[in-house]
């Protein structure tokens, strides 16, 4: 009986890490994109991503986060769902919301007003594409933008937490070992 369950906590633990581990791999991963959007990569980029980049810095870090994570603003890698909105990676759709700006609307995960031009009424058209490429462009790149505080704090639980009920399981069957080490040694010196 002592075999067959430091067998079983000997492969159920492992088992249990690894499922775990590719259970909190497949929670990170950018979800699959709608066929046919701009984020498939099948679409032209509306401008230069590069040039939308040094854009971005300037003018929406401070709302949206420099990593495109979200702040006072939606988070934008990955791009936030909003209601009635098919695809928030249309090129059309991000150049009309920064073009025009966007009051929030009900169900919008931030109710925060998007001003036009995010307040820089210096922005051209195609700065305006450029920026809306920016953001495609990030959220075509695999792994999304970094996570956010709240996400990063439930993964470090989750994994220190495994780590301490492995140390603990490594314990258990050390201390199983030695315990019956020592009753073997006591018994031979009996006899």
Known sequence: MRVTRGLLLALGIPVFVVL?????????????????????????????????????????ATCHGAALEGGI?????????????????????????????????????????????????????????????FIIQSNRTPGGGALSPGELAKRTILWVSIGIIAMVFITYLLSTYNMRWIARRAAARRK
């Open 73 to 133: 603003g939606p988070a934008l890698n990955p791009i936030e769902k909003l209601p009635n909105i098919a695809d928030p990676l249309s090129a059309a759709f991000l150049i009309d919301i920064i073009t025009n700006g966007r009051q929030p609307q009900p169900g919008d995960p931030k109710q925060v007003p998007m001003p036009k031009k995010g307040g820089n009424d210096n922005l051209t058209a195609q700065d305006v594409k450029d920026l809306a490429a």
């Open 20 to 60: 775990t581990a590719m259970t909190t791999m497949a929670d990170s991963s950018p979800s699959p994109a709608p066929s046919g959007s701009a984020a498939t990569g099948s679409t032209a980029l509306p401008g230069d991503p590069s040039k939308g980049e040094t854009l971005y810095a300037q003018n929406c």
